[in-house]
C-alpha cells in the first residue's frame, strides 16, 4: 500500500466526522461540476444496444468502491433521484450533454430547488456511455475530477437519473449522478469526539512522510500539515464551522487523492 493510501484510510474518517458538526444554516449553497464524462465507443445505433443499467446499480457500485477505501456510504434520497432523472432527461430531449441548459434551463442549480431538495453542497458526474453500470462507474473512478464526488467523505446523499437513446447519429446512456451535503444533517449526527486524536495521527505520520518526499509531494505533505495544525485547535463539535473550515476540510481530502496519485 502507498503511504498516501495508508492516510486515507486514517484521515477519511475524520474528515467526514468533523463535517457533520457543521452548523448548517452558517453555509451559503455551492455546487461541484466536473467536466462532462465520454465513455462512448462511437456505436451505431442499428444492430447495437447497451446492457441494462438502473440507478440502484450505479449507487451499489459506487459504494463499494466506497466501503473498500472506508468510506462512508452514499443515502439515496429520493428528491435527488427525480432531480438526477429530470437532468438525464434534458440532456437527452435537448441532444446537450452538458451541465449547462440554455435551452430548458434545468440545469442543477435550477432542478434541486424545483425538487424542493434543501442544501449547502452539490455535484454532479454526468456520463455518456455505452457499456454496462460496472464500466461506467469505473470510468468516474479513473477520472481524477469525477473520482473525488465519488469517494468524497463529505457528501452524504445521492441520486442517480438514467435515460437510454440516441445522441446524434450513436445509441447511448446517459447519466446524471449527483451528490450532495443536505442542509439537514440531523439525521446523520450523533458521532462521538474523536477527531483531535485522529487529527493528531495523521499529522504524526505526515510528519514521518516528510523527508521521504521527493520535492512534488513533500509541497503537498507540508501543506497537509498546515491545515492539520489549523484544524487541530478549531474541532470542536460544540461549536459551528465557518465557511473557511469547510474549505479546509475539502482541500485536505483533494489533496490525498493527489498523494496517493504521485
Known sequence: MKPASFLLALTLLVLGVSLLRIQTKT??????????????????????????????????????????????ILHPHPKLMAAAQIRAEVMLKTQNVSHQDPFEGKNLAAVLP????????????????????????????????HKINLLDPNLIETGVGIVKGRVGENFVVIVAHLFAIPRDLSPYQGYSVG?????????????????????????????????????????????????????LLREYQENLILLDSI
Not at 431538495?117 to 461506467?136: D, K, R, T, V
Not at 477527531?195 to 509541497?219: H, V
Open 27 to 72: 453555509l451559503p449553497p455551492k455546487i461541484y461540476l466536473p467536466p462532462v464524462l465520454d465513455l462512448t465507443q462511437n456505436k451505431s445505433v442499428l444492430g447495437w444496444d447497451t446492457d441494462p443499467i438502473t440507478p440502484t446499480q450505479i449507487i451499489d457500485i459506487a459504494n463499494a468502491s466506497r466501503k473498500t477505501r472506508n468510506v462512508p
Open 114 to 145: 424545483q425538487s424542493d431538495y434543501q442544501f449547502i453542497y452539490a455535484s454532479e458526474n454526468i456520463a455518456l456511455a455505452q457499456g454496462n453500470a460496472a464500466g461506467i462507474v469505473a470510468g468516474f473512478l479513473n477520472s481524477p475530477s
Open 195 to 247: 477527531n483531535i486524536s485522529y487529527l493528531e495521527k495523521a499529522r504524526n505520520f505526515l510528519s514521518d512522510q516528510l523527508s521521504m518526499s521527493n520535492p512534488a509531494r513533500a509541497k503537498i505533505v507540508k501543506r497537509q500539515i498546515e491545515i492539520i495544525d489549523q484544524l487541530k485547535s478549531l474541532v470542536d463539535p460544540s461549536l459551528p464551522y465557518r465557511e473557511f473550515q469547510y474549505d
